[in-house]
């Protein structure tokens, strides 16, 4: 049987199955991309552009069909894959409108008055391995950008999306991207790490995963000196200090901790609050989760549906019940009861720094809420972890605010909002969370040749 299958998380069916590619498929993938690549990187800007622009079209226009697909695949309600697929159409539009801007010359002021400037080229080859939680988003911020730039792009998707994996492939096709410059291969770890990574044709590399894919692809990108972007996990904090609407402070907390089923990994998974609104706050947010239900296929609009497979559910399920044998307390959710791919939305209590469970990333629709006596306590709580992805201040002092956010150790603090992304903020780690950003200018940069010319 193939790895590469889609298994309905809601039914547990198995739907469709892909060949795994052989090692010559493989390596059939890189030459094309290879080959392709001295064509497209040459092609003018604005040929690519407006084949890109056609493929922006067509993941809004199709936004349905592609939700309908990453539910079967990956189990995410309906109204969250219409909105993943037109967030996608987004940043592959904004790539495509700012490309000229981007890729333009930066002219240098030098010393010695000669005429500097760096022009911004393109390198070749570039392997894509994505994750299954986000199945079109992960690769529009990855793959689009290096294509406008003139990169051609080989794709590694997780294996159990493959069906969308193909419809990205097909709607670059169809948009009339030339052959080979985007190919999308069902490629074994050892293929990945044997044969594409220390390929001398490929360029560089990145991922989106684990913390454990994310170390082994960079020893073997540094290995053959490759350089590697990287999007790990992430146990964000979501830090409340003062709020005169506390509301809409456990509202935020909820959406957060809850969008895609609690699979994502700049959610915020970890809630610290001042000792002064701690009971409020802890109130509010048990009453707001007991009343979350998982939705099933036809809930459209549901908050939370079932995780991805068996395999992220009885992971999840574990790691509750670890923390509790070690003394977490339950303040909501009765986790063990919960079947299948569905986990009920849980909230705990009393972890402490000797459990697993304070160090871990918890992927699903679990949270954990923590007592701070007062800011520094607050700050040393959320930087004591091994991640650093993302993070969410709730203050009323905009001073206090933004003198916290100096302190936190996270590739992007969000003050009184919960999230810092948009097609246009650039994306990214520190710590084990991974390193490299995507979206944005930056998301352009990461395998962008600077090349200085001068002239005298």
Same mark, same amino acid.
């Given at each position: 049987?193939?790895?590469?299958?889609?298994?309905?998380?809601?039914?547990?069916?198995?739907?469709?199955?892909?060949?795994?590619?052989?090692?010559?498929?493989?390596?059939?993938?890189?030459?094309?991309?290879?080959?392709?690549?001295?064509?497209?990187?040459?092609?003018?800007?604005?040929?690519?552009?407006?084949?890109?622009?056609?493929?922006?079209?067509?993941?809004?226009?199709?936004?349905?069909?592609?939700?309908?697909?990453?539910?079967?695949?990956?189990?995410?309600?309906?109204?969250?894959?219409?909105?993943?697929?037109?967030?996608?159409?987004?940043?592959?539009?904004?790539?495509?409108?700012?490309?000229?801007?981007?890729?333009?010359?930066?002219?240098?002021?030098?010393?010695?008055?000669?005429?500097?400037?760096?022009?911004?080229?393109?390198?070749?080859?570039?392997?894509?391995?994505?994750?299954?939680?986000?199945?079109?988003?992960?690769?529009?911020?990855?793959?689009?950008?290096?294509?406008?730039?003139?990169?051609?792009?080989?794709?590694?998707?997780?294996?159990?999306?493959?069906?969308?994996?193909?419809?990205?492939?097909?709607?670059?096709?169809?948009?009339?991207?030339?052959?080979?410059?985007?190919?999308?291969?069902?490629?074994?770890?050892?293929?990945?790490?044997?044969?594409?990574?220390?390929?001398?044709?490929?360029?560089?590399?990145?991922?989106?995963?684990? !913390?454990? %894919?994310?170390?082994? $692809?960079?020893?073997? #990108?540094?290995?053959?000196?490759?350089? @590697?972007?990287?999007? *790990?996990? &992430?146990?964000?904090?979501?830090?409340?200090?003062?709020?005169?609407?506390?509301?809409?402070?456990?509202?935020?907390?909820?959406?957060?901790?809850?969008?895609?089923?609690?699979?994502?990994?700049?959610?915020?998974?970890?809630?610290?609050?001042?000792?002064?609104?701690?009971?409020?706050?802890?109130?509010?947010?048990?009453?707001?989760?007991?009343?979350?239900?998982?939705?099933?296929?036809?809930?459209?609009?549901?908050?939370?549906?079932?995780?991805?497979?068996?395999?992220?559910?009885?992971?999840?399920?574990?790691?509750?019940?670890?923390?509790?044998? !070690?003394? %977490?307390?339950?303040? $909501?959710?009765?986790? #063990?009861?919960?079947?299948?791919?569905? @986990?009920?939305?849980? *909230?705990? &209590?009393?972890?402490?720094?000797?459990?697993?469970?304070?160090?871990?990333?918890?992927?699903?629709?679990?949270?954990?809420?923590?007592?701070?006596?007062?800011?520094?306590?607050?700050?040393?709580?959320?930087?004591?972890?091994?991640?650093?992805?993302?993070?969410?201040?709730?203050?009323?002092?905009?001073?206090?605010?933004?003198?916290?956010?100096?302190?936190?150790?996270?590739?992007?603090?969000?003050?009184?909002?919960?999230?810092?992304?948009?097609?246009?903020?650039?994306?990214?780690?520190?710590?084990?969370?991974?390193?490299?950003?995507?979206?944005?200018?930056?998301?352009?940069?990461?395998?962008?040749?600077?090349?200085?010319?001068?002239?005298?």
């Amino acid at each position: 049987m193939s790895e590469y299958r889609v298994t309905d998380p809601y039914t547990g069916k198995i739907v469709k199955e892909y060949p795994t590619a052989t090692d010559d498929e493989v390596r059939g993938a890189i030459e094309r991309a290879h080959t392709a690549y001295a064509d497209w990187s040459t092609t003018p800007l604005p040929e690519r552009v407006a084949i890109i622009s056609k493929a922006a079209d067509a993941f809004k226009a199709r936004s349905r069909e592609l939700a309908e697909i990453i539910q079967t695949e990956m189990g995410k309600p309906i109204d969250q894959g219409v909105f993943e697929a037109e967030f996608s159409s987004d940043i592959i539009r904004y790539y495509a409108d700012n490309a000229e801007e981007f890729l333009a010359d930066e002219v240098l002021t030098v010393s010695s008055g000669v005429d500097a400037r760096v022009r911004k080229a393109s390198q070749g080859v570039i392997l894509g391995i994505m994750p299954w939680n986000f199945p079109y988003y992960q690769v529009a911020r990855f793959a689009f950008p290096n294509l406008v730039l003139g990169n051609t792009v080989v794709l590694k998707h997780a294996p159990q999306c493959p069906w969308s994996a193909t419809v990205i492939a097909e709607i670059l096709e169809e948009a009339g991207l030339p052959a080979g410059a985007y190919e999308n291969v069902f490629a074994t770890n050892d293929q990945i790490g044997e044969i594409i990574i220390p390929d001398p044709r490929v360029r560089g590399v990145s991922l989106t995963g684990s !913390e454990r %894919a994310g170390a082994a $692809v960079a020893e073997i #990108a540094g290995r053959n000196l490759k350089k @590697v972007v990287l999007e *790990l996990g &992430g146990s964000d904090p979501f830090i409340v200090l003062s709020a005169d609407d506390m509301d809409a402070v456990v509202e935020a907390a909820v959406a957060t901790r809850m969008d895609n089923s609690g699979q994502a990994c700049n959610a915020s998974k970890r809630f610290i609050v001042l000792d002064e609104h701690y009971d409020e706050f802890t109130a509010k947010l048990s009453d707001a989760m007991m009343a979350l239900e998982v939705g099933g296929p036809e809930d459209e609009d549901a908050l939370v549906g079932p995780l991805s497979s068996q395999a992220a559910a009885d992971r999840l399920r574990e790691q509750v019940a670890s923390a509790i044998a !070690e003394g %977490a307390k339950v303040l $909501v959710g009765d986790v #063990a009861a919960s079947e299948g791919t569905r @986990v009920a939305p849980a *909230l705990l &209590g009393g972890v402490t720094s000797d459990m697993d469970a304070y160090r871990e990333e918890l992927f699903g629709p679990v949270g954990t809420v923590y007592r701070a006596k007062d800011v520094d306590d607050a700050v040393r709580i959320a930087n004591d972890t091994p991640f650093g992805l993302g993070s969410s201040i709730w203050c009323n002092d905009p001073e206090l605010a933004l003198a916290v956010a100096d302190r936190i150790d996270a590739g992007m603090v969000a003050i009184n909002g919960a999230g810092a992304e948009d097609y246009d903020m650039p994306f990214g780690g520190t710590k084990r969370s991974g390193f490299g950003r995507e979206l944005g200018p930056h998301g352009m940069e990461e395998f962008m040749n600077k090349k200085l010319i001068v002239s005298s």
